[in-house]
């Protein structure tokens, strides 16, 4: 299971760091830029671990997609994955995160040491999230009769590989006769003549209109929308579909801060 491989990555750059500890005072980290980029990098990489294991975790057991990667540790707690004090602890080492990926602030060496002198934390938490794993079901909840109405037509084309239902329909906001929003993940490319095929089967067997999303070929935030709103009515590849749910959630949440700026300058350029 990917979890477990990056659980185990994890304790691997834990265990790096360990040892660089011997020579990673804050005045070696000062002079000495080869030890302090590897210090620098490991906690990084231990950390984005733990945070992918975290975002894999909550779409293999559908604890609900996070806004922000602070909310990875919010939802585990809430899950009963973590403590309260473990989830706090993991809040703040993804800030610690956030400061060496976007290096917005310089880091001070006597404070980077002393996180190096912390990393038994992170260590605890990456073992409590473990243990915590080994009994979870990953079967996600029946969606009514749409979604399995769809799931028998889907069933039946080999190629695609999970499926959504997304839209108003996903939230309980339809209307009688609202179209249906329904998301594909196909395994390799699929011809537009295969996707006009899919979509009027699915309104055949519906009764209902229905707009097809290939999130192969899917914008970066329509395919947010799909992962973090839709439920899911296909998953033949669970691991799979977490890899392509975590990346997706990644890459809005990096690209989420820019988003930000530009509508707000959006904003007061038409005040």
């Known amino acids: 299971m990917i979890v477990k491989e990056r659980l185990a990555r994890a304790l691997e750059y834990i265990g790096l760091l360990k040892e660089l500890r011997r020579r990673a005072s804050p005045e070696a980290l000062a002079g000495d830029y080869v030890v302090r980029g590897a210090v620098e990098r490991y906690l990084h ?23 922000s990667y602070r909310d990875v540790a919010r939802i585990l707690r809430g899950a009963g994955m973590l403590s309260a004090a473990s989830a706090g602890k993991l809040e703040l080492w993804v800030g610690l995160r956030n400061v060496l990926v976007h290096g917005y602030a310089r880091i001070d060496y006597g404070k980077l040491a002393e996180a190096l002198g912390e990393v038994e934390e992170l260590e605890n938490i990456v073992y409590e999230i473990a243990r ?60 537009w003549k295969h996707l006009v095929e899919l979509k009027n089967e699915l309104e055949d067997a519906l009764g209902l209109d229905v707009d097809l999303v290939h999130l192969n070929e899917a914008p970066l935030t329509l395919a947010y929308e799909v992962v973090s ?43």
């Open 229 to 271: 709103t839709g439920v899911l009515v296909l998953d033949r590849d669970s691991e799979a579909r977490a890899e392509y749910e975590v990346k997706v959630l990644k890459q809005f949440l990096d690209m989420k801060p820019r988003l930000e700026e530009y509508y707000e300058e959006l904003f007061r350029q038409r005040e």
């Open 132 to 191: 915590s794993t080994e009994n979870r079901g990953v079967d996600p909840p029946k969606a009514g009769k749409d979604a399995e109405t769809i799931a028998r037509v889907l069933s039946n084309r080999s190629n695609v590989v999970f499926a959504y239902i997304f839209g108003s329909r996903a939230k309980g906001q339809a209307r009688c006769r609202s179209d249906i929003d329904v998301a594909v993940y196909t395994r390799g490319e699929a011809s």
């Open 45 to 67: 990489l231990a950390i984005e671990a733990v945070i992918d294991a975290g975002m894999r975790l909550c779409s293999l057991l559908r604890l609900g997609k996070p806004e």
